[in-house]
């Protein structure tokens, strides 16, 4: 089976831009989570989308969000970028059976 | 407050020797712990995960102990190999290893040939 697959791998936005972010699930899984990494903080869940609703969420402002499809597959969004946003977005899917499994991740950088 | 804790930020390992990385947490309703390894410029990669009604889970050369009553598990890599050299996460989880995972700081692991 494939992996789980993330696009973009790198982006550059400035201050104040909205940027969008998008994973593509292992086939059949229909969880899928998004954690941001940054060196300072680790790895921190974001949320979690199951069957296309969320089903968990950390504890992020709302300039976070996402949604998911009915492919399973799913966005993030974060709107009005701050300096403190960049970090290294990661996506996991699971099968709801044995834990997640994680994409490359999108590494954003806001200038 | 940090409830998955991995206190060495860094291990340095002669190959072929054994590889032990420790974890701590504080949440006593986590029932589910994982070990992810990661290189850099890619996603975390799941190794061996161990429920909370086990002391212990084996895979090839990586094992996991739980010591639930001290709130701690470790990873023992043996035979470090090379290639083991990653940073190394432990996780905990309320559900069986489905989310919200949260995540220690991760350890550094060089394994020097």
């Known amino acids: 089976k494939a992996g789980v697959t993330q696009t973009p791998r790198y982006l550059i936005k400035t201050r104040g831009q909205q940027v969008t972010l998008s994973c593509s699930p292992i086939?059949?899984?229909?969880?899928v989570s998004w954690y941001q990494q940054t060196p300072g903080q680790g790895l921190q869940f974001l949320f979690e989308?199951?069957?296309?609703?969320?089903?968990n969420k950390g504890n992020f402002p709302g300039r976070f969000s996402g949604r998911q499809f009915s492919n399973s597959r799913s966005e993030m969004n974060v709107s009005t970028l701050e300096l403190g946003d960049s970090a290294l977005y990661l996506c996991?899917?699971?099968?709801?059976?044995?834990?997640?499994?994680f994409g490359p991740g999108t590494r954003l950088t806001v200038l | 407050d940090q409830q998955v804790k991995q206190n060495s930020p860094s291990l340095s390992v002669q190959e072929g020797r054994i590889s032990i990385l420790n974890c701590d947490y504080t949440?006593?309703?986590?029932?589910?712990f994982l070990w992810y390894k990661k290189y850099p410029a890619e996603g975390p990669t799941f190794l061996i995960s161990?429920?909370?009604?086990?002391d212990k889970n084996e895979d090839g050369r990586f094992t996991v102990f739980l010591n639930k009553s001290a709130k701690h598990l470790s990873l023992h890599i043996v035979p470090s190999q090379p290639g083991d050299s990653a940073v190394y996460f432990c996780?905990?989880?309320?559900?069986?290893?489905?989310?919200?995972?949260?995540f220690g700081k991760g350890t550094r692991l060089s394994v020097i040939a």
């Open positions: 949440n006593s309703m986590f029932d589910y």
């Open positions: 996780a905990a989880s309320y559900t069986s290893g489905n989310t919200p995972l949260v």
């Open positions: 989308y199951f069957s296309e609703t969320q089903r």
């Open positions: 161990i429920s909370s009604i086990k």
């Open positions: 086939s059949g899984h229909r969880s």
């Open positions: 996991a899917s699971s099968s709801g059976l044995q834990g997640q499994f």
